[in-house]
């Protein structure tokens, strides 16, 4: 069951990251010019919004059920000494969850401005700011 749940949780990231980045693009090419936010970018910023919830679940599952998560929480001083197992357990959950917050806070913004600008340059910040949240926390060694 493990595996299985690890592996949906690393091939949805790149479908996370390719939304996200869609989702920014958009927003930024919108934000500069006099574009109307039309349906399609809303499903864009939903599309992303439910990949970026669904990797998140995904993630917090495996940290229950992980046995290496189990043994790094038994032993947090250790954890912490540990730039690997600090990085795995401790910063890509914190940084991926303050992501999906800037996610969900960015669709709901575009969802509710009135004027399509506002509603790009929203998109374009909080979805911006959730993929180079991502990004910098991504477990690169294991991503290929």
Not at 111 to 123: D, E, I, P, T, Y
Not at 126 to 131: D, T
């Amino acid at each position: 069951m493990y595996e299985i749940i690890l592996n949906i949780h690393h091939y949805l990231a790149f479908v996370a990251l390719a939304l996200l980045a869609w989702a920014t693009i958009n927003g930024i090419m919108g934000t500069t010019s006099e574009r109307i936010f039309e349906n399609s970018h809303r499903k864009t910023n939903l599309f992303a919004l439910i990949s970026v919830h669904t990797m998140l679940l995904l993630g917090i599952l495996l940290l229950i059920i992980s046995p290496n998560a189990q043994a790094a929480f038994s032993d947090m001083g250790l954890t912490m000494k540990d730039s690997y197992l600090r990085k795995t357990y401790i910063e890509h959950p914190t940084t991926n969850i303050i992501a999906a917050v800037l996610v969900t806070i960015g669709n709901a913004k575009s969802k509710k401005a009135l004027v399509n600008g506002k509603k790009f340059k929203f998109s374009m910040i909080f979805f911006g700011a959730a993929l180079l949240l991502i990004l910098s926390r991504l477990p690169w060694e294991k991503l290929f």
